[in-house]
Nanobody, 116 residues
Framework: QVRLVESGGGLVQAGGSLRLSCVAS????????MGWYRQAPGKQRDIVAS???????FYADSVKGRFTISRDNGKNTVYLQMNGLKPEDTAVYYCMSRNTIPRQYWGQGTQVTVSS
């Protein structure tokens, strides 16, 4: 089992910044990709960004140039730096990790609210 604990969400004005963190614990030795998804009310959960064990990153078109994903393997932590936030970025943000089996794990989510 892998446990993921997110932090860093909150309320911010449009144009502001937030940094999300996700700490992984448990059986993390086979972890390959980690990432962030988000889900707004009434919408499906969509990928925001991901990073694999080689440091290769993927970003949704809607966040390219504004969000940056990074990973500290020594701390078993993945980060999402969010700049230039927009009201449409409002959602619950979930951390995800995937291992070599493959099996996917999710955090409990952290709320990000951007006011206009």
């Amino acid at each position: 089992q892998v446990r993921l604990v997110e932090s860093g969400g909150g309320l911010v004005q449009a144009g502001g910044s937030l940094r999300l963190s996700c700490v992984a614990s448990g059986n993390i030795f086979r972890t390959t990709t980690m990432g962030w998804y988000r889900q707004a009310p009434g919408k499906q959960r969509d990928i925001v960004a991901s990073i694999d064990s080689g440091g290769n990153t993927f970003y949704a078109d809607s966040v390219k140039g504004r969000f940056t994903i990074s990973r500290d393997n020594g701390k078993n932590t993945v980060y999402l730096q969010m700049n230039g936030l927009k009201p449409e970025d409002t959602a619950v943000y979930y951390c995800m990790s995937r291992n070599t089996i493959p099996r996917q794990y999710w955090g409990q989510g952290t709320q990000v609210t951007v006011s206009s």
